[in-house]
Each structure stands twice: as structure tokens, then as C-alpha cells.
């Protein structure tokens, strides 16, 4: 058995992602096509002989003692009674808070290093009752592969617990700017919240339209993010990108979850890789990727 293992966390983008109304409990539910992109954080997991110990280290920033990885190990432990004590680096490159899913994705796949590590056959229920007390967003990384691909792409709904995984694409090219603001994601619900009570709402495809419109030629997409129009409001330089993306030759671009991350899609690596080339000039936080 392995003592130590690193493995790599992706991150998604929202294609897609329609908020519907708050619900009675408070909660909203989604209709989203979640996909990983090559644009990941790195995770080395080392058992220690000492119990009941996780000691998370992170190479970028400084993490609260309550983290993803935290709530995850303490979620395995308690439900399969394991006591293996861990040292986890966290080499981090996904943007924190930008809407791509990057603390939900490191839980996960530490997820995937500690079972392996301790010899736990990680079932779908044993992923199911983690994720649940970890966060949404992890639901995706655990079951968004179909038939083996490297890559996960999913149609997601409820609170981002029912995942259908789908074929990914291979012909997407992804550049994501990151724009210097933060938006927390109560902030964003309070937006869209504000929006439906005013009656000022985006217009989404309906859900069963989802991976029909996914496999069609980008410039035929026609998804949309509920929270982008509320947010570009609220801070224009998100605006701002977009419309860069676009004049780039972006064929589809959108912001990816709650923000402030936009991303433009490209169907060719020559359109993407001179898009790059042009951004990256004003914009010091972009990554083309696919």
C-alpha cells in the first residue's frame, strides 16, 4: 500500500447555469452543464503515524482551519471509522472564490488519495454521505465521469447533488480571465434573489434542452448564466471581460458560477492560442486551456 500520493484537483466552468427561485428552506436549485478543464491544483496526501491528525499546508495562501479538506477527512473518518493520521501540501492554482470550483474539486479528490491510501473501497454511497457533509459542488467531482474519460462533464441539478454525467467534449478551448474581484457567493444569491422579486431575469433554455444544445456548434449555444447579468451590474469589470473575450473571437463566452471567473470558448486551438496572445497583454490573470 502506497504511503503517499499526489494527484491533481481540476477546475470546472459553468456552461450554462440557470438559479431558479429560492426555495421555502432557503436554498436555490440549479440547472448547469458542470466540465473540468485542464487548469488544476496539485494535492500531495503523506500518512503520518500519528490518529486522527490532518495537517493541511498550502503553498499560496493561508486556509482557514475549516477548509474543504478538513471537513472532508473528518466526514471519512467518521463514517468509515478510519483513524490514519495525513499531511496534505496543497500546491494551488485555481483562483479561490472565482467560481470554478476549486475548494469543492481539492475536497474531492483528497477524497479519492485518502480511500486509496487506506485501502477504502470508495463506494457511490460512501461519496454521496461525504459530499453531502462537505459541500454541493463535490457531488460533480465524484461522479462526473462517464465510461472512463479523463475529463468529467455532467448536466447538474437539484443543489448541485443530481448529477447526470455525459460525454465531454474535446474540441472546446477554454481562456479564463480572472478578474480582480471577489463576489461571495451570498452576495450573488442576494442579487439573483433581488432580480426575480423585480421581475428582471435571464432567459435559460429549459433543462431538457441541456446536452442537446452542449454537442451543437458553439455559436449555436444558447445558455446563459443567471448570475452574470446582476453581477456585471454590480461590477463592471466583468463586463469588461466579456465584451474582451468576445472582440478577441471568442465564439461563446459567459461568467462560470457564482464569479467573478469568465471564460471564452474557442472551436479552434489557432483562434484560442491568438485570443491568448491578445489578452494577455491587459488582463494578468488569464489561462487558455482546454
Known sequence: MFSEIKIAAPAKVNIGLNVLPRR???FHNLESIFQTVGLCDYITVTLLDEENVCEVSCDT?????????????RAFCSLTGKKSGVKVALEKHIPSGGGLGGGSSDGAFFLYALAQLTGVDLTDSL?????????????????GKKNGYKNSCAVVTGRGDVVKAIEPRKD???????PEVHSSTKEAYELVDNAYETGNTTSCPKLTEY????NKPVKEWTFANSFTSVLVKKYPVIGKALQDLKESGA??????????TVFG???????AEKAFSQLKINWNQCVLTQ
Open 61 to 73: 495562501m493561508e486556509l482557514p482551519a475549516d477548509n474543504t479538506i478538513t471537513s472532508t477527512y
Open 172 to 178: 472546446l478551448y477554454f481562456l479564463l480571465i480572472f
Open 127 to 143: 461519496k454521496d454521505k461525504v459530499a453531502s457533509l462537505v459541500g454541493s459542488d463535490v457531488f460533480f467531482f465524484l461522479h
Open 265 to 271: 470558448v474557442f472551436d479552434t486551438k489557432e483562434a
Open 211 to 214: 446536452e442537446l444544445i452542449y
Open 24 to 26: 421555502e428552506d432557503g
Open 251 to 260: 465564439v461563446w463566452s459567459d461568467m462560470s458560477g457564482s464569479g467573478a
